[in-house]
């Protein structure tokens, strides 16, 4: 009998840090209207009525460096690591914060960041900054859309914008064909990949072996420089 009630109290003792690293704990904060995401962290987006924040993290201790400020209505979310070793290595300390929002007007993720949004907002105009090296995953709900993507990063869209003004800087990769949108101004800069569904009307730029697909009927105004293409999927 001792033989099996020993290892039994091992496995309770081995499993408390295992519980400790999936504790979340809530943030009170102010209201916004954007969000801000800083570097290595996952961001878990839905919307719901209300707002609501929560962090998590590997230990309590890198739980307690992510800060969660409301600066002019912006949700700043970012990691205050002690040392430079720490901030290379937070894809091993698992990050996360889970938002509640009713109402965004912007979104902006920072280098590394990775952004999965649910749900659809109720807001006329939504602007989305994502840096090198970020992700995004988002169902966009909005009327005007505009996306400003840098070198490096994936963004994956889907719903509705009727209208959409986008640029995409060198190396990075926009998917856009399940997003329904009727007019877009679309520019790719070196190496960039823009795939987008357009009903109406595109106005599109592609230079420096930087590519434009789109599939939909619409009329379509294109200029093209060093290697670039725009062409229908």
Known sequence: MKNLVLPALLSLVALVPALAQTATQERPVAAFHAIKVGTGIALDLTAGHGQRVEASAATAELRDRIKTTVEDGVLVIKYESPDEN??????????????????????????????????????????????????????????????????????????????????????????????????????????????????????????SGASIKYQGSPTVTKHTGSGGSVRSM
Not at 107 to 112: C, H, K, N
């Open 86 to 207: 720490g901030r290379r290595n937070t894809s091993t300390q698992h990050l996360r914060v889970a938002v509640t929002a009713d109402q965004l007007t912007a979104l902006t993720a920072g280098s590394g960041a990775a952004v999965d949004a649910k749900g659809d907002y109720a807001a006329s105009n939504f602007q989305l900054d994502v840096s090198s090296g970020a992700s995004l995953r988002a169902d966009i709900a909005t009327t005007d859309l505009t996306v400003r993507q840098g070198s490096g990063s994936v963004i994956t869209l889907k719903g509705k914008a009727p209208h959409l003004d986008i640029r995409t800087g060198s190396g990075s990769v926009f998917n856009g064909k399940e997003l329904q949108t009727d007019k877009c101004e679309a520019q790719a800069s070196s190496g960039s990949t823009l795939k987008i569904a357009v009903r109406e009307a595109l106005v599109a730029e592609a230079s």
